[in-house]
Structures are given as C-alpha cells and as structure tokens.
C-alpha cells in the first residue's frame, strides 16, 4: 500500500549523501572536545546563528532544557506561550529537573504574544513572588500553524526584555523554515535572543540531534548541563557529519516542503467538512479543522491511516499535517484524494 506520512518532518530519512558523509566521518571524543566532526558542526552553526559558539545536543527536547538551566536557577520564572512547546510538550521538564516555574501567555494566532501581556507577567521584585528570568520564543510556532516570527517583533521584545534584565531564548526547532518564508537569514532571527537552538532532525532530515548557539561563556555552562544531563556523547561526529550535509544541502530546498504544504492546504480546504485557515500557511504545516457534525478527528485519523495516510489529532476537531522532503506534488494529490474519501464514508 501507498504511504504518505505527514505525522510530522521528524520521520524524516537522512539522505545517501549524509549516510556516505557519516560512514566517512573523521571523530573523537567529543566529551573531551576531541570530535573534529563535532567541531565542524559547531562552527558551522555558530556561523549561521551569529552566534559566539555552539553546543551540539541530541535533540531539541534536550537543547531546551540545557538552555533553561542555564539562563535560570531553581523557583525562577519563565514566560513563555500557553502554545509553546517547551510548555505542551515537553514534559514539564523545566520543573522537574530544573525546578523552574512556568508563567504563560496566550500565543497569538500568530504565533506571537502581546507585549502587553508579557509585560504585565513580569514579577516586580517583592519577596512573594519568583524572579522573571526568561521569555522563550518558538519559531516557526508549531502549535500555531507554524507561523514564522519577524525579526522586528524580536526587536521590540528586546527592548521590553531589556527594560526589565530578562533574558531571550528562541525555540527555532524550526528556524530555518522561519528563515526560508520570510526571505531572511537564520542570523537576523535570532539576533535578538541571547540563545538559540535548532533541529537538525526535523525538515533539514539527519537521522538526530540539535544545536545550541549563544554567547561563549553561556556554551560552557550548557556543556555542563548537557553532561548532568547524560547528554555528553563520544564519537558523535558520526551523526555531526549527517548534520553538516543538512546545513549544507538541504536547508535550501525547504520552500518545496512549504509549497507542499500550500497546495495541501488548499485541496483540503476545498473538501466540504474539512477547514484550513489558508492565510496561516506560511511553512510546513497544515492544521485542518474537521466539522464535528460530520466525524471525530481521531476517527478521520484512523480511516486515513487505514488507506496509507498518516497524521495526528492533536485536539478535538484538529488535525495536523506535515509536509517535508522527500514528499512530491503527486504524493500530496495521493493525501488530498484520500482525505475527500475518508470524509466522504458517512
Ligand atoms: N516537535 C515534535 C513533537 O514533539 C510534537 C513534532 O512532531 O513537531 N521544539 C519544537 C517547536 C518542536 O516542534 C519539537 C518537536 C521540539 C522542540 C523537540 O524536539 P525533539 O523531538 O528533537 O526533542
């Protein structure tokens, strides 16, 4: 059978160029800083980002996390969206390791949250409350359609974080998707944000890991989070290597995956009981709404699955899609049909 897996760009398979790239990878220890693989990656990164320096991690999850604890001690506080990631998906894990609170605002459609209400969230300094350390930042905002984040609302969120000595940090598992929708560089995105991490196991197709950039001093201290965290790995410029193809090669070839995701979009929104807000397809992801009137989201999932196409309900009445390579025109006029059949079943 035919299967079009739009669950998510993490199923992603790494390329026969970074497969050759990672059999030929030169490493070393890398917890002794000694992989010249690893090296490479970081510089390269850190290049990319703007960034003084670089920390490669095994995955997003992880590069989250060394990041809060680095930027804040236990019982601070972090603002971030009541949609974001680090807050839905991430386990929880800034309290449960890290101790730290969590303080949400609502993210905007968008993707964004009102400066308005990220300043009233700020703590003033009484000895009731915990001390706002941090606002985190997702771009492209996953739960939000995948909406890229502007440089110029990162400038004026600088200028409230400064006002009140509070530091940035962007969750850009996806940034160069960001990058690519808004025509700009990964550099000018994040030039705001005192750290920064992205995937390199998502659109850009490695088989895994992550990357942290930031200032020098602010990689060192993540090193050491990244240790106590049993994320210090050895001869790991084997799945560098499939990295650098990434950055290399394959983060130009994003828009194909956005224009995917557009014409997926429209070929669903024009199937009747099915609803997609066209203006906020921007990148690679697609939420479809599902009229409860005619079926469950969870049961349109299972029909889809059962004719070879995969995606996930992630609320009631909420489908999501992800478009991602090596996925072709003709693979999402497969999803498209399917979908119109599956609805059309009652
Ligand atoms: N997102 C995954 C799932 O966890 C939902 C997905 O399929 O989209 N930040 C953002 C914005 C993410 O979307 C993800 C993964 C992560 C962080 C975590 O990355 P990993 O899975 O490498 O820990």
């Known amino acids: 059978m035919k299967t079009v897996d739009l669950r998510s760009d993490t199923v992603t398979m790494p390329t026969g160029q970074m497969r050759q790239a990672m059999a030929l990878a030169e490493v070393g220890d890398d917890v002794f800083k000694e992989d010249p693989t690893v090296r490479r990656l970081e510089e390269k990164a850190a290049e990319i980002t703007g960034k003084e320096a670089a920390l490669f991690v095994c995955s997003g999850t992880m590069a989250n996390l060394v990041c809060q ?16 990631h680090v807050f839905f998906y991430e386990q929880g894990g800034s309290a449960a390791v890290g101790g730290i609170h969590h303080r949400t605002v609502a993210n905007l459609p968008d993707g964004t949250m009102s400066l308005e209400a990220i300043a009233q969230s700020i703590r003033p300094d009484d000895v009731h409350f915990p001390r706002s350390r941090l606002i985190i930042v997702e771009n492209t905002h996953n739960r939000c359609c995948g909406m890229p984040i502007k440089a110029d609302y990162m400038d004026k969120l600088r200028q409230l974080a400064d006002d009140h000595g509070i530091a940035i940090h962007v969750d850009g598992a996806r940034i160069f998707n960001a990058a690519v929708a808004l025509e700009t560089t990964v550099a ?32 060192d201290e993540a090193r050491r989070a990244r240790k106590v965290l049993g994320g210090g790995m050895r001869q790991v410029g084997v799945l560098a290597a499939a990295g650098l193809v ?15 995701a557009r014409h997926l979009a429209e070929n669903l929104d024009a199937i009747d009981g099915l609803k997609v807000e066209l203006n906020y397809i921007r990148t690679n992801i697609v939420y479809v709404a599902v009229d409860p009137e005619r079926l469950s989201a969870e049961k349109l999932v299972q029909r889809l699955a059962d004719r070879g196409v995969l995606v996930f309900a992630t609320g ?24 119109a059949e599956a609805i059309q079943m009652d």
């Open 188 to 219: 000018e995105l994040v030039r705001q944000a005192d750290s920064v991490c992205f995937c390199l196991s998502k659109g850009l197709g490695a088989p895994a890991g992550s990357v942290v950039c930031s200032s020098a001093d602010f990689i």
């Open 69 to 84: 604890l680095v930027h804040c001690g236990r019982g601070d506080e972090i603002i971030l969206g009541d949609q974001s």
């Open 316 to 339: 009631p009445g909420k489908i999501r899609a992800v478009t991602h390579h090596p996925l072709t025109p003709s693979d999402i006029d497969f999803a498209a049909t399917v979908f």
């Open 246 to 260: 990434a950055l290399e090669h394959v983060a130009e070839r994003l828009e194909h995956d956005h224009a995917n």
